[in-house]
Every structure is written in structure tokens, then in C-alpha cells.
């Protein structure tokens, strides 16, 4: 993967319990979060090894510092999800332009904020389509508003970051990493973002989707 748009180095890590965390690289941060609950979609159950009461969030624009600081959890916690961040794909100047004015910004530490993360992958056939086939798909016609749209409506009130999975090593086993943070006063809205985005008839880019699973997360 080319460096230059390499971001943050997401990892996140299923703990059984809270964890006494001894201090990390200052280069990479940290955030413990209570699973509140998960949802598994089209697929095999998720197995949590250990089971999971608690997740922990690791970033850091440093790859070497992070993969030091986790160096003894994975030993500890089992193997982590781990994306990168990119650049925007599927979207306009304008649509980039627009999402970079109302997006909105993660969640203050007042103890009232929801957190959800959803692995996501995609099908072979969505895959062995050409770039700008996949990029159709996520564009607004006449007869679908499509993902970008969908997401831009809900975008100054729910924070989202996207982490791309697809050509980590070892394999994760999804295409990419989808986090969520919002009030908790706007779990509904959050809903039905997630339920326009999965109805093929508004969003057809959606009918690729092969498995997800939504985890519910409160920061603690």
C-alpha cells in the first residue's frame, strides 16, 4: 500500500475485561470502550477470543509505535482488526467539498456519547467490477439517491471514519473498518441512516455487502 495516504493505523483489540493499561508510546492513542452489544449480519457468527466485554481503540499516524504499544496485548487479547485510513473514494469534488463543510466532529468526553463500529465485507463481484462500475454505485440517479447522498444527510450530526482492511497482512477478513460516534439522544437518527444505506433501492452499491457485523460501543 502506497505510504502517501497512509493515515492512522487503527487497531482495535477484544478484551475480556477493563484493562490496566500501562502507559503507551506517546505516539499512539488510546480509548476503552463496553461493548453494549453486536449484531451479526449475513454471515457466521462473530466469535470473540477472548469473550468480549470491553474493546480497545488504538491509532497512531506512527506505524512502528503502534505496532510496539500492541506488541503485548495481542499476545494477551487475541488478534486485532487493523485498517488504515485513505483519501475519499466514489465521490465528487463537489460531494468532497460538501463533506469536508458540515461534517461533524467526534463525540466530547461527556459521558453521553455512542460509539458503533461495523466491519464490513464486500462480495468477489464487487471487486471485479472496473473502478468507475463501483463508483456508479455510490452516485445519486434518477431512481436512487445512492451512499454518498444518503451519508451526506446525516453528516453534521453523526462522526464517522472510515478504515480500509482489504490489503492488510495477515488478512482481516473484512474490507474495511466503519466508526461511528453521536449523542446518544441521536441513536434513531443513527438507525436510519444504517436503514436507508442497506435498502438496495435507495443505496444498489449496498447489494454487494456479503457480511457486516454492528457493534455497539459506550466509551468508558
Given at each position: 500500500?502506497?505510504?502517501?495516504?497512509?493515515?492512522?493505523?487503527?487497531?482495535?483489540?477484544?478484551?475480556?475485561?477493563?484493562?490496566?493499561?500501562?502507559?503507551?508510546?506517546?505516539?499512539?492513542?488510546?480509548?476503552?470502550?463496553?461493548?453494549?452489544?453486536?449484531?451479526?449480519r449475513?454471515?457466521?457468527?462473530?466469535?470473540?477470543?477472548?469473550?468480549?466485554?470491553?474493546?480497545?481503540?488504538?491509532?497512531?499516524?506512527?506505524?512502528?509505535?503502534?505496532?510496539?504499544?500492541?506488541?503485548?496485548?495481542?499476545?494477551?487479547?487475541?488478534?486485532?482488526?487493523?485498517?488504515?485510513?485513505?483519501?475519499?473514494?466514489?465521490?465528487t469534488a463537489?460531494?468532497?467539498?460538501?463533506?469536508l463543510?458540515?461534517?461533524?466532529?467526534?463525540?466530547?468526553?461527556?459521558g453521553?456519547?455512542?460509539?458503533?463500529?461495523?466491519?464490513?465485507?464486500?462480495?468477489?463481484?464487487?471487486?471485479?467490477?472496473?473502478?468507475?462500475?463501483?463508483?456508479?454505485?455510490?452516485?445519486?440517479?434518477?431512481?436512487?439517491?445512492?451512499?454518498?447522498?444518503?451519508?451526506?444527510?446525516?453528516?453534521?450530526?453523526?462522526?464517522?471514519?472510515?478504515?480500509?482492511?482489504?490489503?492488510?497482512?495477515?488478512?482481516?477478513?473484512?474490507?474495511?473498518?466503519?466508526?461511528?460516534?453521536?449523542?446518544?439522544?441521536?441513536?434513531e437518527?443513527?438507525?436510519?441512516?444504517?436503514?436507508?444505506?442497506?435498502?438496495?433501492?435507495?443505496?444498489?452499491?449496498?447489494?454487494?455487502?456479503?457480511?457486516?457485523?454492528e457493534?455497539?460501543?459506550?466509551?468508558?
Amino acid at each position: 500500500m502506497s505510504e502517501d495516504i497512509l493515515g492512522e493505523w487503527g487497531t482495535f483489540v477484544f478484551l475480556s475485561e477493563y484493562p490496566n493499561m500501562a502507559p503507551v508510546s506517546q505516539d499512539a492513542s488510546t480509548a476503552v470502550y463496553q461493548v453494549e452489544g453486536f449484531i451479526e449480519r449475513c454471515g457466521e457468527p462473530i466469535v470473540l477470543a477472548p469473550p468480549a466485554r470491553w474493546i480497545l481503540r488504538m491509532e497512531s499516524p506512527n506505524r512502528a509505535a503502534l505496532e510496539e504499544a500492541t506488541q503485548t496485548l495481542v499476545s494477551q487479547c487475541g488478534r486485532p482488526l487493523i485498517g488504515v485510513t485513505q483519501h475519499l473514494h466514489y465521490t465528487t469534488a463537489d460531494q468532497q467539498a460538501e463533506l469536508l463543510r458540515v461534517s461533524a466532529q467526534p463525540v466530547d468526553a461527556s459521558g453521553t456519547g455512542v460509539a458503533v463500529l461495523i466491519p464490513i465485507a464486500k462480495s468477489d463481484a464487487w471487486w471485479q467490477l472496473p473502478h468507475d462500475e463501483r463508483q456508479r454505485h455510490f452516485l445519486q440517479t434518477e431512481r436512487t439517491e445512492g451512499h454518498t447522498a444518503i451519508g451526506l444527510r446525516y453528516a453534521d450530526r453523526i462522526y464517522r471514519k472510515l478504515y480500509h482492511s482489504r490489503y492488510i497482512h495477515p488478512p482481516q477478513g473484512f474490507d474495511f473498518l466503519t466508526y461511528f460516534e453521536f449523542p446518544e439522544d441521536l441513536a434513531e437518527d443513527f438507525r436510519a441512516l444504517l436503514s436507508n444505506l442497506r435498502d438496495p433501492e435507495l443505496n444498489p452499491e449496498w447489494a454487494f455487502v456479503k457480511r457486516e457485523i454492528e457493534i455497539w460501543l459506550r466509551k468508558r
